[in-house]
């Protein structure tokens, strides 16, 4: 059973391109976490949203807690952008995580 | 910018064996997390850890887990008797608040190998 499911799993872009990315998940929660995976494996903390949208440079992050939806959206794609993107909901303390969605940019 | 170090970078131990992996969080952060991440799979949640105890645990946290804040200032994650399929990366984290509200900052992790 997964709490949270991604969509695509993987996505190639050109550079310069819009890339959305999909996040939806089955339990109640408090809130919802954007992460960037690093190829090296190193973990980054991209967004927290409890409601609403989020700005940080070229990425946004919008949530629907009615829908149980996420979308993290990346403006003028970058090669440097290339990582895996993963959503984690939080009930608490307690986290359930995403496949992940593996982004390659292509120049 | 402070940062979540974690040591050692990589472990290589026989099955059977205790391990101890070590974390320094940030130095003003409350909240504290273990994770692992199985080679191609996604991550997982082991256990919070807040005002030194237990906030919460996975069932993957069985009796073969345990954790400790010795000291002011590192976080531990024990193996009691590391199995094959322990063998994965394993992330701490931490946070200034509980993780509903605050962001978390993720250690550059402990690859473990089991042998």
């Known amino acids: 059973k997964n709490e949270v499911e991604q969509s695509p799993q993987n996505l190639t872009a050109q550079e310069g391109e819009f890339i959305t990315i999909n996040c939806s998940y089955s339990?109640?929660?408090?809130?919802l976490h954007w992460l960037q995976q690093h190829p090296g494996g190193g973990i980054v903390s991209l967004f927290m949203?409890?409601?609403g949208k989020k700005k940080h440079g070229r990425l946004i992050a919008t949530i629907n807690i009615q829908e149980k939806h996420s979308s993290l959206h990346i403006t003028a794609s970058h090669p440097r952008d290339s990582a895996v993107y993963i959503c984690?909901?939080?009930?608490?303390?307690?986290?359930?995580f995403g496949t992940g969605t593996s982004l390659t940019v292509i120049p | 910018e402070p940062e979540v170090t974690q040591t050692p970078s990589h472990q290589v131990t026989q099955m059977g064996q205790e391990v101890i992996l070590r974390c320094v969080p940030i130095?003003?952060?409350?909240?504290f997390y273990w994770y692992r991440q199985i080679l191609g799979q996604k991550v997982e949640f082991l256990v919070s850890?807040?005002?030194?105890?237990?906030?919460?645990k996975s069932e993957i946290f069985d009796d073969q887990f345990s954790v400790e804040r010795p000291d002011g200032s590192n976080f531990t994650l024990k193996i009691r008797s590391t199995k094959l399929e322990d063998s994965a990366m394993y992330f701490c984290?931490?946070?200034?608040?509980?993780?509903?509200?605050?962001?978390?900052?993720f250690g550059p992790g402990t690859r473990l190998t089991v042998l």
């Open positions: 984690a909901v939080t009930t608490g303390n307690q986290f359930y």
């Open positions: 130095s003003n952060h409350l909240y």
């Open positions: 984290a931490s946070s200034a608040g509980t993780a509903s509200y605050n962001e978390q900052f």
């Open positions: 949203l409890s409601s």
């Open positions: 850890f807040y005002n030194n105890e237990i906030s919460e």
């Open positions: 339990v109640g929660i408090s809130a």
